[in-house]
């Protein structure tokens, strides 16, 4: 199956939101940036449906938010800096770390357990919420 078939659905909403797309090596990569983060959470959702375990390593899904400045939370880890994640879920890739006590930009709330957020150098991915609290 062509990874244009298998990813349809993905590339269908990448198009309409203008996103950047290649295929190199067998590889689908989608790159830009997203009007909203429920768009940015909307292609996540789409790429877990097809490969429910992110295994597949046939698609690079690169999507920054245009989002620039949201509400204001605290990292609160015990002791560890928090990691910052390129997708929803502890299989994704590291793409950053936050101290403990940092306060960074939370773009949305994915659902309960991941936010979607922004560092203090720019890095965008999603956190697990339990380490989060707002900042008044």
């Known amino acids: 199956m062509a990874l244009t078939d298998k990813y349809k659905e993905l590339l269908d909403l990448a198009t309409l939101n203008n996103l ?24 996540w959702e789409i790429y877990k449906q097809i490969d429910p375990q992110f295994k597949s390593n046939d698609l ?3 999507v920054k938010t245009a989002v620039t400045d949201g509400g204001k939370v605290r990292v609160v880890t015990q002791e560890s800096r928090l990691n910052i994640r390129k997708g929803p879920g502890t299989d994704q890739p590291i793409v950053g770390k936050a101290q403990k006590g940092e306060i960074i930009t939370l773009i949305s709330k994915t659902n309960d357990q991941w936010w979607l957020v922004r560092d203090v150098d720019g890095e965008e991915g999603y956190c697990y919420s339990q380490y989060l609290e707002p900042v008044q």
Not at 26 to 42: S, Y
């Open 60 to 62: 690079v899904l690169n």
């Open 20 to 43: 950047l797309v290649s295929e190199s090596g067998n590889v689908l990569k989608i790159e830009g940036t997203v009007p909203t983060a429920e768009v940015k959470n909307k292609l």
